[in-house]
């Protein structure tokens, strides 16, 4: 088992830009292929559209910078044209997590200062 990656290498990436961190969050369930990362970054994220263009270049920093990497498509016969499928490493998993620590940090300073509203509140 590869060993975790080292704090300091994970914290030196933060904070990661929105873009990025919307393509690690698709990929924190497994694998997809850019058809599939482009709908589930408009599902999670209330509708941030991504040209594919876009999306690729992103994905190959990340893959540059080790954070994802091009696999199999998991749901692929073998006679069927390769789609290209990314997934998590262990850094991109370390780095999301990181990440979406310090957003969350952000996320409450908001409440308590009421910019944003309580889940639930109405108004």
């Known amino acids: 088992m590869p060993a975790a990656p080292a704090h300091a290498d994970v914290m030196s990436r933060l904070p990661v830009p929105p873009r990025d961190y919307l393509i690690l969050f698709a ?17 999670q994220s209330g509708g941030v559209l991504f040209d594919p263009a876009n999306l ?3 994905l190959r920093k990340l893959d540059r910078d080790r ?39 952000l ?12 889940e639930g509140a109405e108004g």
């Open 56 to 58: 690729y270049r992103s």
């Open 27 to 43: 990929l924190v369930d497994g694998p997809l292929h850019g058809h599939g990362l482009l709908k589930s970054i408009e599902a």
């Open 67 to 105: 954070l994802v990497v091009e696999v199999d498509d998991p749901g692929a016969d073998a006679s069927a044209s390769r789609r290209r499928c990314y997934e998590l490493t262990l850094l991109g998993r370390a780095v999301l997590t990181a990440e979406a620590t310090r957003l969350a940090r």
């Open 107 to 118: 996320a409450e300073a908001a409440r308590a200062r009421r910019l944003v509203r309580p």
